[in-house]
């Protein structure tokens, strides 16, 4: 069974850093794109940052680039998504996901999805 599980939300200033986790199971990490979603309430899933299997190209959503940073361990089955200079913009419940298909910024190419972490920042 394939599973996803983030951790690392909280609430944080603005201003602030955080750093969300993403362990994967049930199925080969190694070799699939993961990305990083978040949504707010009444708001469309929004792409936020993607990397190939490899870790070596990524993709960033222009509201987050230069503050996030996507990053991912094979050997741990795990992905990481590093926040900094947090805005209270980025206020959402952040999800990670993975496909065995091509790099993506579309939430429908990914196959599996995680249950989400809130991330809560004030002003």
């Known amino acids: 069974q394939v599973q996803l599980v983030e951790s690392g939300g909280g609430l944080a200033q603005a201003g602030g850093s955080l750093r969300l986790s993403c362990v994967a199971s049930g199925h080969t990490f190694s070799s699939s794109v993961m990305g990083w979603f978040r949504q707010s309430p009444g708001k469309v899933r929004e792409f936020v940052a993607s990397v190939n299997w490899g870790g070596h190209t990524t993709y960033y959503a222009p509201s987050v680039e230069g503050r996030f940073t996507i990053s991912r361990d094979n050997a741990k089955n795990t992905g990481y998504l590093q926040m900094s200079n947090l805005k209270p913009e980025d206020t959402a419940a952040y999800y990670c996901?993975?496909?065995?298909?091509?790099?993506?910024?579309?939430?429908?190419?990914?196959?599996?999805w995680g249950q989400g972490t809130q991330v809560t920042v004030s002003s």
């Open positions: 996901a993975t496909t065995e298909g091509v790099l993506s910024t579309s939430p429908a190419l990914y196959d599996y």
